[in-house]
């Protein structure tokens, strides 16, 4: 299909090529150049559950239960010549990564995974993206980030001119979309409150419309092509010594791509690059598994290994990061550019970061975006992320 990838920054700063149809860039510096490192070792890892402080989690919550089942259901049944969220997966091919988390245990769709992820971001954490702090004015030190999550802060809602400015100009949606984002948003918003004030339902609610977002988003950036005949020769080209592609996990190659960027893989097509866009993703993981972590300094067949694992863990880790990454690039950082126009106030200052809302509608560059679909990329895959997410139950 046809495809938009997104570039924005010159040289030192480069963007990342996604998947045609859906995906977008964001904007890292490109630290030193990743070290080899060996082929995987037979040793299982160190199983922990994740590190999770001051979690907001309402007692007896069961997110595969309550969120990842119903919902994967219902985004199956929009897609349903694929139904590629709730089949249960090899196992046998996951990759450590995959078994590192002790609550994971025995849930092996891919909702499973996202709605975990989802749950993982839920809870306020600081993003770690020091080392790209100059191009979105944060601070280098992220202990002095206020902490924020999925539903820290609100989202903004969105007009014509709020997305003209955010989206520079570029692939501003139709009215029919703008109204659909404001629909999720309101939506999300009320959940939200309800979250933080304590009641469960809404913690629930917010939990699965979120895992919705990102299951809907996960069909439009790789699962109607996962199991291609070109996904299947992409994955071959690139497969390290004993790797198999796994049913379900896209490989797509970008020829009109530098090769750094060429090749993204999985649920949410990333690239196996350490030193590229889930630099941020890594870190972030080892904190919460310091004792399962994965090198800032792996090779592109370590990465390999771990983004196209059977399970895609990391994967949907790295996609609900990325989420809660650009809404930390907009609550913490001290330029108006930076953030959405309703945080700045009418003398020109900005909101203290815990009053401010946040957007998924940023242009590369604005915030740390991933993803082509936010930014209404080719024009329809916002909408199509939308509708889907706005279909059925939420």
Not at 26 to 54: G, H, L, Q, W, Y
Not at 271 to 294: F, H, M, S
Request: proline share 8%.
């Amino acid at each position: 299909m046809a495809f938009l990838a997104t570039a924005l920054f010159s040289s030192p700063v480069w963007a990342m090529a996604k998947k045609p149809i859906s995906s977008g860039n964001d904007t890292p510096s490109k630290p030193t150049t990743p070290a080899p490192t060996p082929a995987p070792t037979p040793n299982p890892p160190v199983r922990e559950p994740a590190a999770i402080s001051d979690s907001i989690t309402p007692e007896g919550f069961d997110v595969f239960r309550e969120v990842s089942y119903p919902t994967g259901e219902i985004v199956d049944k929009t897609y349903q010549n694929y139904r590629e969220l709730l089949p249960v997966r090899n196992a046998q091919q996951s990759y450590r990564t995959d078994n590192c988390d002790t609550s994971l245990e025995g849930s092996d769709r891919f909702a499973d995974r996202i709605s975990y992820a989802v749950e993982l971001k839920m809870q306020p954490s600081k993003a770690q993206l020091g080392y790209v702090a100059s191009y979105f004015g944060l601070n280098k030190d992220v202990n002095t980030y206020l902490p924020n999550s999925l539903i820290s802060h609100p989202l903004c809602n969105v007009t014509a001119d709020t997305l003209n400015t955010t989206l520079n100009g570029k692939h501003v949606p139709s009215a029919a979309t703008i109204k659909k984002a404001n629909e999720f948003a309101n939506k999300m918003n009320t959940y939200r409150r309800e979250a933080l004030a304590g009641n469960r339902e809404g913690y629930v609610k917010a939990s699965r419309l979120w895992s919705k977002f990102m299951m809907c988003l996960s069909y439009m950036e790789s699962l109607t092509t996962a199991d291609s005949a070109k996904a299947q020769k992409v994955a071959e080209k690139y497969a390290p010594s004993g790797y198999r592609r796994p049913a379900g996990v896209n490989f797509y190659e970008d020829p009109a791509q530098p090769p750094e960027s060429r090749l993204n893989i999985g649920l949410f097509q990333f690239t196996p690059d350490a030193g590229g866009n889930i630099q941020a993703c890594i870190r972030e993981w080892n904190v919460l598994y310091p004792k399962c972590g994965i090198s800032q300094n792996a090779s592109q067949a370590e990465m390999i290994r771990v983004l196209g694992s059977s399970l895609q863990t990391f994967n949907a880790f790295c996609a609900a990061a990325k989420v809660t990454g650009m809404f930390s690039v907009q609550v913490n950082t001290t330029k108006a550019y930076n953030t959405h126009p309703y945080n700045v106030t009418s003398n020109g200052s900005l909101k203290a970061p815990a009053e401010r809302c946040v957007s998924p509608h940023m242009a590369v560059g604005r915030s740390y975006n991933h993803f082509a679909p936010f930014q209404n990329g080719s024009g329809f895959t916002l909408d199509n992320v939308l509708s889907c997410t706005l279909t059925g139950e939420y």
